[in-house]
């Protein structure tokens, strides 16, 4: 079942801003030996510092709404080809390209699903995942979300990138064009169009500085 994690209704919480303050107060008070008090008032009397710290919330609240998300069954013994053929689609495959394929873990897997609607290169890109707190997720996970719902691709063209022991960046897409549904896995330096749906798994590190 797809989940599309849209604003609700209600706004933001008394309790949420608290929170919020409290965790900027609490990195403050970590790290208020390094800073010099001079300094730091100097910053304070800057009409835009509360703006500009103001803009980093809103760009992370704004990065992590509207995603797609669904959880897949994964099967991760197949060989690369093999995962990429069983999604039923026409298949565009580089051998070379698709044995470079990261694998990926574990059995079943929340995948998400963002759309920048803009033009963006792989370096960028690596940045957008960044901000979600996302990496981008393994070509097998992809397959597996394109097999189950063979639709999804019609209206949310997908993708994901990976870098081949050369360093090259390569890439899995699926699809719907004039040939019909198909799956790409090819290598590729250029930018993204606009029209498609990064794909990405949580980070399994995560960790807020304020609890290390």
């Not at 609490?26 to 509360?50: I, N, R």
């Not at 103001?54 to 995603?67: D, Q």
């Not at 759309?115 to 792989?122: A, C, F, H, I, S």
Request: glycine share 8%.
């Amino acid at each position: 079942m797809t989940q599309i994690m849209t604003p609700s209704a209600k706004t933001t919480t008394a309790g949420q801003v608290d929170k919020a303050v409290g965790l900027y107060r609490a990195m403050l008070e970590k790290h208020a030996g390094q800073f010099d008090a001079e300094a730091v008032q100097t910053v304070l009397g800057q009409p835009e510092f509360a703006t500009d710290l103001f803009a980093v919330f809103r760009m992370r609240v704004e990065a992590i709404s509207g995603m797609i998300v669904r959880r897949v069954k994964v099967d991760r013994t197949c060989p690369p080809k093999e995962a990429m053929k069983a999604t039923g689609r026409n298949q565009y495959v580089d051998e070379e390209v698709a044995a470079s394929m990261p694998h990926g873990e574990g059995e079943e897997v929340d995948v998400y699903f963002f759309k920048l609607g803009r033009y963006v290169n792989d370096v960028d890109l690596g940045k957008e995942f960044d901000l979600r707190g996302l990496k981008p997720v393994d070509p097998y996970s992809l397959a597996a979300v394109n097999e189950q719902d063979p639709a999804f691709a019609d209206d949310h063209p997908n993708a994901t990138h990976w870098k081949d022991a050369e360093s090259n960046w390569c890439y899995a897409v699926f699809h719907r064009w004039d040939g019909g549904r198909g799956v790409d896995v090819y290598r590729y330096g250029g930018d993204w169009g606009d029209d498609w749906w990064f794909a990405g798994v949580r980070k399994s590190s995560l960790r807020s500085e304020t609890l290390s």
